[in-house]
């Protein structure tokens, strides 16, 4: 039962990590219609920053980790003015291809920065678990949880009461149409992408805090994915009990299915459950639905 019960806690902290990765893709979805394939490297470029302020310049960790959110925050703003900012009105697709060689620039230049040598990322938060009974939790998931829930709290409110976060909401419906009701496009995609740029900066730190850095870090993108898609693209809400029940599917078929199977279907069944779900409202659990007037 103990061993149940750690795979359940383990799997609900690791579904609110992907919650926090997928808020960025969201984020800036929500305010630009953009989908930023990018994001896992946003990620991986604020481990980098922090680690050498930490490890190479020598500032204390908290420091570090402060200067680290700004500089990503610096990068999302240079991306939206230097690629988006000369985009606006142009297709989705176009945006996207866009985003797709941002992936591959910014690896490329994390590669040519930092090398592909594993590096020891600082502990932000104490390594020594909490322990419960039987049940030993990750300080470092633990207190990204929180983090994550008011995150999503916190945007939840900003989008849904805030004339800024309403603009940035009829941004992502039409640009033309919010250009027309007065409201700067370029503005808007501007303050999505630090926004953006900083929710993975947030989520370096907690997923990164006492690991290994190094570029292949930027795949835990990918294993979020399927949290934005399952919530909904538009949906800041929605990521956290989506991403609760990926995690809760995808460590419980590694506890229990992988020694069945011999095999890793744990990293596939969160797709299979996303198939499923997309299927039956292919808008996501918590995405809108759209009325097209004919």
């Not at 049940?135 to 207190?143: C, D, E, F, N, Q």
């Not at 503005?187 to 947030?202: E, N, Q, Y």
């Not at 991403?243 to 419980?252: A, D, R, S, Y």
């Not at 069945?260 to 198939?275: H, K, M, N, W």
């Amino acid at each position: 039962m103990s061993e149940f019960i750690n795979a359940a806690v383990s799997g609900i902290l690791i579904g609110l990590l992907y919650a926090m990765i997928a808020m960025g893709f969201v984020v800036i979805y929500r305010a630009s219609k953009i989908f930023n394939f990018a994001q896992g490297e946003l990620l991986v470029l604020a481990g980098f920053f922090i680690w050498s302020l930490a490890r190479q310049v020598g500032l204390a960790v908290p420091i570090s980790v402060m200067l680290g959110i700004v500089g990503v925050a610096v990068v999302g703003f240079v991306i939206e003015r230097v690629f988006f900012s000369r985009l606006v009105g142009e297709s989705p697709f176009s945006m996207v291809m866009v985003t797709l060689a941002l992936l591959i620039l910014i690896r490329g230049i994390i590669l040519v920065a930092w090398g592909p040598d594993v590096r020891a990322f600082p502990a932000v938060f104490a390594l020594k678990p909490i322990v419960i009974g039987d049940i030993l939790i990750s300080r470092a998931l633990l207190y990204g949880g929180f983090i994550s829930i008011a995150c999503a709290l916190g945007l939840s409110w900003f989008f849904g009461n805030t004339r800024l976060g309403l603009a940035l909401t009829a941004v992502s419906e039409d640009h033309q149409v919010a250009l027309s009701l007065g409201i700067s496009v370029r503005k808007a995609m501007t303050i999505a992408w630090v926004m953006g740029s900083v929710l993975s900066a947030i989520a370096s730190v907690v997923y990164l805090s006492g690991r290994s850095l190094n570029f292949l870090v930027s795949d835990i993108a990918f294993a979020a994915l399927p949290v934005a898609l399952l919530a909904g693209l538009e949906s800041v809400g929605g990521l956290i009990p989506a991403g609760i029940l990926v995690g809760l599917t995808q460590v419980l078929a590694q506890s229990y299915l992988n020694p069945l199977v011999g095999a890793d279907i744990a990293s596939v069944v969160p797709y299979l459950v996303i198939l499923l779900v997309l299927f039956a409202r292919p808008t996501g659990l918590f995405g809108w639905k759209r009325i097209e007037r004919v």
